[in-house]
């Protein structure tokens, strides 16, 4: 056992004197040592219950023969800090979650691990260093939230950040913006639609890293069995040899992208799954995701864009459904996965609930072809992504009203100060310029409750999230904060989005402008140390240093400025 450099022998006394204090007795102490990696927290509804899901899977690993020892990490909520500069941690955090989880598991040579999660940054952070460590480890998601029911209809977080923007345009009182708030999140679990802890968990478990029993709902009573199968599962991958790396393969990253197109996830996913295979150091990037999205249909009908929510899917026949429409469209790699069947198997023995429209049959798709795509041009030389409006051969003409920062746009929106045809650019948002990428869902949705949603276009070299109309590009490297064409747009210039031709250019000549750098938002701290080491978005805005970076004798060529990193 790795284990056993810590704890056996005599000359480990010590060590085993402050386990003992711990709890753990010479049979505890005989035994493999598995991590539960928690990110429980009191600051999110999401993480909330994890420390009662971790007591269950902690029975599952003693029942199999292990000695389960239980650390936390952080989590940052994303629906919470969004809208305020505490956005900026967001992203971050996912690269701090995998960080810490990798130096405490290493740190105390454990033998394998298993990760809750709940909130994005987290789902994504567990399945990253799973990637990085390389070990008998896999990624229990603790659930979605239930769908929130206001005037007979179920309502997600989404609908609390439209009402806010329906709110200021005086469409609805304070009192009706009160019920909307206090009725959306009835309890434990992540965010209800296919934002992105959910999109998040579906691909995990088409990728084979974490099991198809992701889908169950936080709350429901089946959760605590599930997370004891997850302890077993952690303790017949180690007796069985079987690494992270066994089962993140580029098959099964593609697996995990086609999940996401089939059931209409998040842009995120692009940033998220691209981090994961370059900690395992396998090439796939955003060519690999214009490509599947291309060849596959959107079939689940999920909110933010559609009707229902994530207990809908689950209660369709979850997880298991999706792989199995993805073998109907011979779309799924028969790859391993932590549970033990293969995505093939678990493809067959799917149960699909008689009548239910959730995720539909290939005869019916929500889209023909995928939701996301890749767009180049002279605005985003490196590639932008988009969520596709519903006409995917439309041409966009307009204005660029150019922004700073998120706040300014949201005041802009919320003054009523953009018209239909108007492009807000919104830039310095970025990984190195924000520090951190911020998600900006209270722009989008502020739009779309201004009335906004179909008749004007959002760009930034940030990220949009819960964009459920209109044409809305993020992700646009390189960005302002390095001198991409972006830092170098100007009011009033003509921006042109060719959907079917994946092009968004400036019509302006900006070679002849000179770019300034701007002072960076963060000088000390962890954003600072996060803006000098990360990666463009394009890359998947990881901090693991890419094989490019490192020099000869394997130490990393960083950068000691920022000057020096812009150029």
């Known amino acids: 056992m790795r284990s056993d450099a810590i704890k056996a022998g005599a000359d480990r006394a010590a060590a085993r004197a402050m386990l003992r204090a711990t709890g753990l007795d010479d049979e505890a102490l005989s035994r493999p040592l598995v991590a ?19 007591s269950h899977v902690k029975e599952g690993v003693r029942a199999s023969g292990g000695t389960p020892i239980e650390f936390n990490t952080i989590v940052v909520s994303d629906g919470i800090a969004m809208g305020t500069l505490g956005m900026r941690a967001s992203l971050v955090s996912r690269e701090a979650i995998a960080d810490t989880i990798e130096l405490v598991v290493n740190g105390h040579l454990f033998d394998a691990v298993v990760v809750l999660c709940g909130c994005d940054k987290t789902v994504a952070g567990a399945a990253q260093v799973l990637a990085r460590l390389g070990m008998p480890g896999l990624a229990l998601y603790g659930g979605s939230i239930r769908a929130g029911s206001h005037r007979g209809q179920d309502i997600t977080i989404q609908t609390v950040f439209e009402a806010v923007g329906s709110h200021a345009k005086g469409a609805i009182d304070d009192a009706e913006l009160r019920a909307i708030e206090c009725a959306a999140c009835p309890g434990a679990g992540a965010c209800g639609g296919q934002f992105t802890a959910n999109t998040m968990s579906v ?38 040899g079987v690494t992270s790396r066994d089962i993140i393969t580029r098959e099964s990253l593609e697996n995990a992208m086609a999940s996401v197109v089939l059931t209409g996830g998040s842009t995120n996913a692009v940033l998220h799954l691209i981090a994961i295979a370059r900690e395992a150091g396998i090439p796939f990037g955003i060519d690999d995701i214009e490509r599947i999205s291309r060849e596959l249909p959107v079939l689940a009908d999920m909110k933010p864009g559609g009707k229902y929510a994530a207990a809908d899917m689950q209660a369709a026949g ?15 790699h028969d790859c ?6 293969s995505t093939m198997q678990i493809a067959r023995e799917a149960q699909e609930t008689p009548g239910q429209d959730v995720i539909r049959p290939l005869s019916n798709p929500v889209r023909a072809t995928g939701h996301l795509a890749i767009l180049r041009g002279s605005l985003a030389p490196d590639g ?15 204005r660029a009203r150019v922004f700073e920062c998120e706040e300014d746009a949201f005041a802009a929106v919320q003054q009523g100060r953009l018209i239909a045809g108007d492009v807000i650019v919104i830039r310095g948002e970025g990984p190195v310029g924000g520090p951190g990428m911020r998600e900006m869902l209270g722009v989008t949705a502020a739009v779309v409750g201004a009335g906004l949603g179909k008749s004007v276009a959002l760009i930034t070299d940030g990220r949009f999230s819960g964009a459920t109309h209109g044409l809305v590009i993020g992700h646009v490297t390189p960005e302002a904060a ?29 070679a002849a402008r000179e770019w300034k750098p701007t002072p960076p938002n963060a000088t000390t701290g962890v954003l600072a140390k996060y803006a000098l080491s990360v990666t463009s978005a394009s890359e998947g805005a990881t901090t693991s240093p890419l094989p490019e970076a490192r020099a000869e004798d394997g130490t990393r060529e960083r950068p000691a400025t920022r000057e020096q990193l812009t150029h």
Do not use: Y
Request: glycine share 10%.
């Open 36 to 54: 539960i990696a928690n990110t429980w927290s009191e600051v999110t509804p999401c993480n909330l219950h994890l420390r009662e899901l971790a």
């Open 203 to 240: 691909a995990t478990a088409a990728l084979g890293i974490a099991p198809v029993t992701n889908g169950v709902l936080a709350t429901d009573a089946e959760k605590s069995t599930v997370a004891r199968d997850a302890g077993r599962l952690a303790m017949d991958l180690l007796q069985a």
């Open 318 to 332: 979850g997880i298991p459904l999706v792989l199995a429409r993805m073998a109907e469209l011979g779309a799924l």
């Open 336 to 341: 391993p996965t932590v549970d033990g069947r």
């Open 384 to 398: 932008a992504v988009m969520k596709l409006p519903a006409g995917e051969d439309s041409v966009f003409e307009g």
């Open 482 to 510: 390095v001198g991409g064409p972006i830092a170098l747009v100007q009011e009033g210039d003509t921006i042109r989005i060719d959907v079917a031709a994946r092009r968004v250019d400036v019509l302006a000549d900006l």
